[in-house]
């Protein structure tokens, strides 16, 4: 059985048109199911916990990125419950790594029903899929409990990865960020300088470093950002959960 | 007749089974080394690391660096540990005792201050290595035992009278 989750920006005219053929084809390929609307004034932790009571074992959201997070930050306690996306209204980055495409044609994806266990990354008690952003230089890492890693003197981007980094090349991000490893990779970006007005180089290559576990302490202006942009403040431990999430992929998946 | 034809088809089956093996075997190895860490030149990592897969040092590492498969340590890397991998390409400075598995090369701008033990060593003009060296298949370590004092029942005993004295 499948509960469909709207996001509220949805109920606009210029998503109109885009819904009604996303229902028609979901209606043709036999996987209809209840739709809900999501709106601030709805508690999604209780709207899913009643809908797995009543036999639901498919919640996809219709969105953006930020609806699919937060649909997964719900079902993650549910095991036997599997995550689907249909990315609506914009460019979506999690939807090209899971290799599913915008709109209608995800329907496709959906029905085919090709299933992946993915890892869950957990940063204190909130869980993100894609990753962590550490803006702040002052913050120190300890890997493991068993060693530390400090970026020397600088504005560095720290980034805790469960899915590729944004913008990374086929090359670069090669094998090393696989969602369903056990692993996180802790990316130290080193600041950028000018190359030019409309070329920006980096000074030496990122640092990355595969681990299971990461504590994350700081000053007071320490921040650590989820990929739903929640704000978090140190001291953060950042786990993984190794094939926690049942999700429904599309062929062109880069892991 | 059908000695050749048996021959034939049971060379046919060697060579497929060779084939399906090799391409196993392919796929492990290339699954084993998927996971890669880099330490790059603007990172300091201090305390006791450990990896499974390849790594690449450009930075600095102080305490222990150890990995089981291979290891290349760039030109600006300044590792202080003890060092322990399957095989090790240095071209970067090591102050700290090495042991490799299998094959370490030192290149020209190489620099080990400290012990190394390894398989097979490969060593460029103008590296500098100061420490013990020891190369080749090792094997355990056995000190001669301190030989038993056992009394021979033949040898007739000593009279007491001169035993006294």
Redesign the interface.
């Known amino acids: 059985m499948y509960l469909y989750l709207y996001d509220a920006q949805l109920s606009g005219k210029p998503f109109q048109h885009a819904l009604v053929r996303v229902e028609t084809r979901l209606t043709d390929l036999g996987i209809g199911g209840k739709i809900s609307r999501l709106s601030p004034l709805k508690n999604l932790r209780e709207l899913i916990h009643d809908e797995v009571a009543s036999g639901v074992r498919t919640v996809v959201a219709v969105g953006d990125d930020a609806t699919f997070l937060s649909v997964v930050n719900e079902i993650i306690p549910y095991d036997n419950v599997t995550a689907g996306f249909i990315p609506l209204g914009g460019t979506s980055v999690i939807a090209a790594a899971l290799g599913i495409p915008n709109g209608e044609a995800a329907c496709d994806v959906i029905a085919a029903r090709r299933l992946s266990r993915l890892d869950i990354g957990r940063a204190n008690t909130t869980y993100f899929l894609s990753g962590l952003r550490v803006p702040s230089n002052q913050a120190s890492f300890e890997l493991d409990s068993?060693?530390?890693?400090?970026?020397?003197a600088?504005s560095?981007t720290v980034l805790i990865r469960n899915l590729p980094p944004e913008g990374w090349s086929a090359d670069a991000v090669?094998?090393?960020f696989?969602p369903a490893?056990g692993?996180l990779e802790v990316v130290?970006e080193?600041p950028e300088n000018g190359g030019g007005l409309f070329r920006r180089r980096r000074?030496?290559?990122?640092?990355?470093?595969?681990c299971r576990q990461i504590k994350i302490s700081g000053g007071k202006s320490t921040t650590v950002l989820t990929d739903g942009e929640r704000v978090l403040k140190t001291p953060v431990t950042v786990d993984v959960l190794p094939g926690k999430l049942r999700v429904i992929v599309g062929k062109t998946r880069v892991f | 007749m059908a000695f050749p034809l048996l021959a034939l088809g049971r060379a046919w089956y060697i060579h497929r089974a060779f084939i399906i093996f090799t391409i196993f075997m392919f796929k492990r190895d290339d699954a084993g080394h998927?996971?890669?860490?880099?330490?790059?030149?603007?990172?300091?990592?201090?305390?006791?690391?450990?990896?499974a897969?390849d790594v690449v040092v450009?930075?600095a590492v102080s305490?222990q660096l150890r990995t089981e498969q291979s290891l290349r340590i760039g030109e600006q890397a300044k590792i202080t540990a003890n060092v322990s991998a399957g095989a090790a390409l240095v071209a970067g400075e090591i102050v700290g005792n090495v042991t490799v598995r299998e094959t370490l090369e030192i290149t020209s701008t190489g620099k080990i201050f400290g012990d190394i033990r390894t398989k097979v060593l490969a060593v460029a003009a103008g590296a500098q290595i100061n420490g013990k060296v020891e190369v080749g298949e090792h094997r355990a370590r056995t000190e001669p035992k301190p030989r038993e004092h056992v009394p021979d029942p033949n040898r007739p005993p000593l009279p007491k009278a001169k035993l006294a004295a």
């Open positions: 068993r060693y530390h890693v400090k970026p020397n600088g560095f090669g094998r090393r696989d490893d692993l130290i080193p000074q030496s290559t990122p640092s990355i470093l595969p | 998927e996971i890669e860490t880099i330490i790059g030149p603007t990172v300091k990592v201090e305390g006791d690391f450990a990896a897969g450009e930075g305490g």
